[in-house]
Structure formats: C-alpha cells, structure tokens
C-alpha cells in the first residue's frame, strides 16, 4: 500500500521532524510513506474572508496537484468523523482489501482547507475538536498510520 501525506508548509521544528522519522522508518516494512510538503502561501495576519478562500484556493491547488485521479483521499478537517484507532485500520484495510493501492491524507496550513480539496476527499476525518498546530498534526497522524497497519496486522504496538 501507499500512503501519502499531502500537507502545507515545511517542518521546522526539530522534534517534530525526528518524530516523524522514527514512525517512517518504523512502517517502511509495510507501506511506502511519502510526505509531500507544499509552500503555504504569505498572506496578511488579520485576512478578511475573501483574502482567506484566496489562500485555501491556492494552496488546495498545490495540494491537488500531488494526488493522482485514483488516489482515495482523507482530509484531516474538524468537521470530519471521529474515527478511533480501530476505525482507521478499518478503513485502511478495507481500502487496501478492495483495490485501492493509494490513500492520501490531506493536512492544510493555519486557515485549513480549499473547498476543492475538501470535495476531492471521499472521507474526512477530525482528530477531534481541539486545535492542534498543522505541524504537530503530521507526527499525530504518522503515529496512527502506524497504529492501525499494527492493528491490522495483529501486532502488539496497539496496547
């Protein structure tokens, strides 16, 4: 299986990129993990609404245009379902079951997602209604990709 990581902005944090590392190498065994990281784009600090769907129209194009027409994507939005650890290996192993061989999880920059990429998603997923940085996101989500190739595999990780 292939999963990528679709996200906005560069990691900097050095903690975080480490941490990301160790469940990288940690699911090399099982699926091919590629982390694709897209500028976010410069914008003003108080944004009116419109300049705000400026920049989500922007950067969900750059997002598109790392996921193929085949891919089933996730994106990671607040309004999305809560899935627990279980849930996602569910769904990852029923996507893998039924064919399909790349799954995109779409994380976006500070003022979320474009309505473009949110309509290519056949799923969206909410770690839950806190917010969490866009960055710290990434290691969250990489660890549960992680957890739930363990679950479905039967593996002891999960406890």
Same mark, same amino acid.
């Given at each position: 299986?292939?999963?990528?990581?679709?996200?906005?902005?560069?990691?900097?944090?050095?903690?975080?990129?480490?941490?990301?590392?160790e469940y990288?190498?940690?699911?090399?065994?099982?699926?091919?993990?590629?982390?694709?990281?897209?500028?976010?784009?410069?914008?003003?600090?108080?944004?009116?609404?419109?300049?705000?769907?400026?920049?989500?129209?922007?950067?969900?194009?750059?997002?598109?245009?790392?996921?193929?027409?085949?891919?089933?994507?996730?994106?990671?939005?607040? =309004?999305g379902?809560?899935? !627990?650890?279980e849930? @996602?290996?569910?769904?990852?192993? %029923? +996507? $893998?079951?039924?064919?399909?061989?790349?799954?995109?999880?779409?994380?976006? =920059?500070?003022?979320?997602? !474009?309505?473009?990429? @949110?309509?290519?998603?056949?799923? %969206? +997923? $909410?770690?839950?209604?806190?917010?969490?940085?866009?960055?710290?996101?990434?290691?969250?989500?990489?660890?549960?990709?992680?957890?739930?190739?363990?679950?479905?595999?039967g593996e002891?990780?999960?406890?």
């Amino acid at each position: 299986m292939n999963i990528q990581i679709v996200c906005v902005g560069k990691l900097k944090e050095k903690y975080l990129v480490q941490g990301i590392a160790e469940y990288s190498k940690r699911l090399a065994p099982y699926v091919k993990l590629t982390v694709h990281e897209v500028p976010d784009e410069k914008a003003p600090e108080n944004m009116s609404d419109a300049e705000m769907r400026q920049v989500q129209e922007k950067e969900g194009d750059k997002i598109l245009s790392h996921i193929k027409p085949d891919t089933h994507v996730v994106a990671l939005a607040i =309004g999305g379902q809560l899935w !627990s650890s279980e849930d @996602l290996a569910a769904h990852m192993d %029923k +996507l $893998s079951t039924y064919g399909t061989s790349t799954i995109a999880y779409v994380i976006g =920059g500070s003022n979320g997602l !474009s309505e473009a990429v @949110l309509s290519r998603a056949q799923s %969206k +997923l $909410s770690f839950g209604r806190m917010t969490l940085p866009h960055q710290l996101m990434r290691l969250v989500l990489v660890e549960q990709i992680y957890r739930a190739v363990k679950i479905n595999r039967g593996e002891p990780y999960h406890k």
